[in-house]
Structure formats: structure tokens, C-alpha cells
């Protein structure tokens, strides 16, 4: 596996003092009732949408693009609904890292995860497919505590943050391993393990192929998950971790496994795997992380969608 950042006094250095200062402030504000950090996400989000007024934009312009029947006033309560969850996502990563098991449990539930432990019992590996939700986080944290798995992530340019967020995912978890390890994620799905993956972004062009996403017909999808599941030969496992209205918590939902994905080459199985993505966003829509430029990447010549 990667070598995951431990803590040292270097962290303690002045240069840090902002960070451990915000890192602080989280911890205390998710000390609060969950009915109270409801309210006050759904208000940082308000906040959020006033001063990011340019990821504001690039959200409606990908639901325009994504959904290009919907109305301009469904379109206007989407971004800002979408912002009240980008407000909730900054307290949720406290909660998912600062929360006891007993907090989390009283909050959470879970469904459809015993076919995976099916699958696992069978001798196969699950490439957990974990679409870019607001809530991933809490995800990330409810699914592990009932099926410990490695997560993939990106290292953080900030060491403080780098520690505390692989110390956070690893409190129900058993290990992470950097995106740019594909041998070691091939290995631990052929250990049987479970891998968490995120397919749905554009990772630029050079491990992308251009297939349909919601009404975009050319989407820059990665070539991953064909390489990753030809080679492990492993099960493909989606899920959503929903937040419920009304302050009510959160759900974490398993779809049916697929051991049996098609394969051909890479378009097919990116244009495969972005349907399924798709049944995953409209499952909490308003959830989606939209501010992400998912467009960004264009076939050559052809102009930029922002």
C-alpha cells in the first residue's frame, strides 16, 4: 500500500496554526445536535452560494447541459438546494471524521450490503463505486463501519490536512491507497478486498474515452474501471450515501452487485458505467457535487462547454 502520512511535531510548526485553528472550530461546531448542524449547513450553504458565485454558474450550467429540459426555475431551486448540501458537506466531513461509532449509528442506517458480503465470501473483490456525493464523506465512514474497505484518494498539498484526513477515513477503514497505485489496486481486489473508485469526474484526457453522460454525448469518461475489472476480474458494487430530509440523517444504500460487467473495450464499459452513475445521481440529485466542471475536457476541436 501507499505510505500514509503519520503524525509528527513538524505538524505543529507556526505555519500550521491557521489550519489546526479551522481544525479546531470543526471539532467543536459537530459537537452540536444534529438538528442544530442541520439548520446551520442548510445556512452556510445560503452563505456559500452568495460568495461563490463562479461554481454557482458552472452548477447551472452543467444541470443545463445534463438536463436541458428542465425549466430555468427548476434549474435556479436545483443550485439551491445543491448549495444548502455543499453547506451540509462541510459539517458532514467533521461528523464522518469526529464522531463516535455509537454517534454515527444513531444517525445511520444501511441497506443492501449483504450481497456484497456475498461476494466477498465467495472469493471475489469489490470495486466500490462511490459517486461524487456531497454526503461521501458520511459514506465513506457508514459503509466501513459495516465493511471495512481501502479507499483511493488524492494527497493532500497541505501535510496537516493530509494527516487528519487519512486518520479520519481510517477510524472505520482498514487502509487508502494513492489514485496513481493501480498496481496496488489491482492486488487488493484480487486479494478480495473492497477498493472504493470514483468513476464520474473528468480526469482530463489522457486516461479518458468520449461517451454519453445524461444528455451530454460526448463525456469524458475514465478508462479506468475497464482496466481495473478486466484485470482484477473483480464485482462492481454502486452505492449512495443519501441524506434524508428534515434533519433526519442518512441512508446508505447498496445496489445490487454486478459481477458479470461487459467488457469489449474501454468506451463500452465507460458508457456502461456512466448509466449506472446516472441511477445513482437521481437518487439524490440535489446531493451531486455539480460544481465540479464535468465538461471540461473536449475531443480536439472541439470547444470548451464553460
Known sequence: MTHLPKFTVALLHPRYWL?????????????????VLYRLGHALGHLAQRVMKRRAKIAERNLELCFPQMSQAQR?????????????GLLETGM????????????TEERGMDAIKAQIAQGRGILLIGVHFLTLEMGARIFGMHLPGIGVYRPNDNPVLDWLQTWGRLRSNKDMIDRKDVKGMIRA??????IWYAPDHDYGPRTSVFVPFFAVEQAASTSGTWMLARTSKACIAPFVPRRKPDGKGYELIALEPECDPPLDNAETTAAWMNKIVEKC???????YMWLHRRFKTRPEGVPSRY
Request: charged share 20%; proline share 5%.
Open 189 to 194: 481486489l484480487k486479494n478480495c478486498d473492497v
Open 96 to 107: 464522518a471524521w469526529f464522531w463516535s461509532d455509537r454517534r454515527m449509528a444513531r444517525w
Open 76 to 88: 435556479d431551486e436545483m443550485v439551491h438546494k445543491n448549495f444548502e448540501s455543499v453547506g451540509m
Open 281 to 287: 445521481i437521481m437518487m439524490a440529485p440535489e446531493q
Open 19 to 35: 489550519t489546526w485553528l479551522g481544525i479546531g472550530t470543526l471539532w467543536l461546531v459537530v459537537q452540536l445536535p444534529y438538528p
